[in-house]
């Protein structure tokens, strides 16, 4: 069974940077999208970011100055790099996955990291 592991939260002061992965473990073939959503406290979750097997990303509108996501295929990991943190970015960070293909099975739903929190606060 695939299992998506983040790792890189933490408590970081405002304007601060930290860098978040997460890799996909069971025995995967391919993954067409990773990326990230966040979760703040009595909020929706949103997306931050997202990146293509291909390589195309899209971004938050209110991200995509500060945050940079990337992926390597061969290790199945994405990463995000955030930069100039702001306190409204402090939340929960899950890691996403669609489109993924292991050697005994394809999964037709999406598959959630368990979430790493990021806290910005002086």
């Known amino acids: 069974q695939v299992q998506l592991v983040e790792s890189g939260g933490g408590l970081v002061q405002p304007g601060g940077s930290l860098s978040l992965s997460c890799k996909a473990n069971?025995?995967?073939?391919?993954?067409?999208?990773m990326g990230w959503y966040r979760q703040a406290p009595g909020k929706e979750r949103e997306l931050v970011s997202s990146i293509s097997s291909g390589g195309v990303t899209d971004y938050a509108d209110s991200m995509k100055d500060r945050f940079t996501i990337s992926r390597n295929n061969a290790k199945n990991t994405v990463f995000l790099q955030m930069i100039d943190l702001k306190p409204e970015d402090t939340a929960v960070y899950y890691c996403?996955?669609?489109?993924?293909?292991?050697?005994?099975?394809?999964?037709?739903?999406?598959?959630w990291g368990q979430g790493t929190q990021v806290t910005v606060s002086s």
């Open positions: 996403h996955a669609r489109g993924v293909v292991t050697r005994t099975m394809v999964y037709d739903y999406e598959l």
């Open positions: 069971g025995g995967i073939y391919s993954i067409h999208d």
